[in-house]
């Protein structure tokens, strides 16, 4: 079975950073696009960044020039690089791929 699983997430201070990852257990050079998710409590998930096969990537506005999206084909995996956080940022963060699905989601907290 084709999944997707997160690693990265924590603990952080405001203006701290993070790098979270997403392994893809199948090749991912064929996936047209990958997603970044959040969901914080009380709240709808809602889509952080999108990255395509040819590298072009998109943000939710209060994330741009903070956050970085990145995919190595190489070792199926993606990458959200988290700076500057803040306590809004709070969230489960999921990876997510049209063609396999969500994964389980990794704990991101900000807090002093």
């Known amino acids: 079975q084709v999944q997707l699983v997160e690693s990265g997430g924590g603990l952080v201070q405001p203006g701290g950073s993070l790098r979270l990852s997403c392994a893809c257990s199948?090749?991912?050079?064929?996936?047209?696009?990958m997603h970044w998710y959040r969901q914080a409590p009380g709240k709808q998930r809602e889509l952080v960044a999108t990255?395509?096969?040819?590298?072009?990537?998109s943000y939710v506005d209060s994330v741009k020039g903070r956050f970085t999206i990145s995919r190595d084909n190489a070792k199926n995996t993606m990458h959200l690089q988290m700076n500057s956080l803040k306590p809004e940022d709070t969230a489960v963060y999921y990876c997510?791929?049209?063609?396999?699905?969500w994964g389980q989601g990794t704990q991101v907290t900000v807090s002093s």
């Open positions: 990255i395509t096969n040819g590298g072009r990537t």
């Open positions: 997510y791929s049209p063609s396999i699905g």
């Open positions: 199948t090749i991912i050079s064929t996936l047209v696009t």
